[in-house]
């Protein structure tokens, strides 16, 4: 097993990387729409639903759901990612740097979505418990919160050590492992206009489907559903390869 020591907020400089969204983002834009017109046609929201896109980044799902007509706000720790966004804001969609540990409004929002394991990256539990209060305060009554994360046992069984990437003449060298709590990544990045290679180290926990059930039970939330991909298929704990969650505020 690799062991690294890993910056307690690595996520502050890969976020405001350019090539981080390149990694993972600009060419999966029909699969993430799709997904959101499916989760639209499950949630069912009425045309003057308010909604929070949490660790939004650029705002590529905000600006999906704020394409529907509904009013969409979305908040980002990286002040570079909410710059870029901010360049689609209109009247029904804004953007805001924000901290998700620290609070925004209060029982303002509909529904609000943390997409894309956007989440499990802080040093402590507490900071993990102050992101779900975040929203669990955002919300009304009855609220409802939609958490995209990746399934454990199906991250563990499908690890690939090692793998190489290049995009737009970029090249990505990824070295994953794990030990009892966490997941890690390491992404040595080969540009021709950078003097060095970047990289960077991700650190992601391993929150089981209980350990959210009981974050959100601790600020007022309740799983209503659980589905175990894009689909919006069964979730099997085995076989699933995300983990996404249906909460309501009590």
């Given at each position: 097993m690799k062991t690294a020591t890993v910056a307690s907020d690595w996520y502050k400089d890969w976020f405001d990387?350019?090539?981080?969204?390149?990694?993972?983002?600009?060419?999966?834009?029909?699969?993430?729409?799709?997904?959101?017109?499916?989760?639209?046609?499950?949630?069912?929201?009425?045309?003057?639903?308010?909604?929070?896109?949490?660790?939004?980044?650029?705002?590529?799902?905000?600006?999906?759901?704020?394409?529907?007509?509904?009013d969409v706000t979305g908040i980002d720790l990286s002040?570079?990612?909410?710059?870029?966004?901010?360049?689609?804001q209109?009247?029904?969609l804004h953007?805001?740097?924000?901290?998700?540990?620290?609070?925004?409004?209060?029982?303002?929002?509909?529904?609000?979505?943390?997409?894309?394991?956007?989440?499990?990256?802080?040093?402590?539990?507490?900071?993990?418990?102050?992101?779900?209060?975040?929203?669990?305060?955002?919300?009304?009554?009855?609220?409802?919160f939609t958490l995209d994360y990746l399934n454990v046992r199906y991250a563990e069984d499908h690890l690939e050590q090692h793998s190489q990437k290049e995009i737009d003449g970029v090249i990505y060298h990824l070295t994953k492992w794990?030990?009892?709590?966490?997941?890690?990544?390491?992404?040595?990045?080969?540009?021709?206009?950078?003097?060095?290679?970047?990289e960077f180290t991700e650190k992601v926990a391993k929150f089981s489907l209980k350990d959210f059930s009981d974050m959100f039970a601790r600020h007022g939330l309740k799983i209503q559903d659980v589905f175990g991909n894009y689909h919006l298929e069964v979730y099997d704990s085995r076989l699933s390869p995300r983990l996404l969650l249906l909460a309501e505020k009590q």
């Open positions: 990387s350019s090539y981080y969204h390149k990694l993972y983002f600009e060419r999966n834009d029909t699969e993430a729409a799709a997904f959101i017109h499916r989760l639209l046609d499950l949630l069912s929201p009425p045309p003057d639903a308010r909604m929070l896109d949490v660790a939004c980044g650029r705002g590529r799902h905000a600006r999906i759901l704020a394409a529907q007509a509904f002040e570079n990612s909410i710059r870029y966004a901010l360049q689609f209109k009247e029904n953007f805001y740097k924000h901290d998700m540990r620290e609070l925004f409004y209060t029982n303002y929002f509909d529904y609000a979505f943390n997409f894309f394991t956007s989440f499990g990256y802080f040093r402590t539990q507490r900071e993990h418990d102050s992101a779900i209060r975040t929203v669990s305060t955002s919300l009304k009554k009855k609220g409802l794990t030990d009892e709590t966490h997941f890690y990544k390491h992404i040595r990045i080969e540009d021709r206009i950078l003097a060095t290679p970047l």
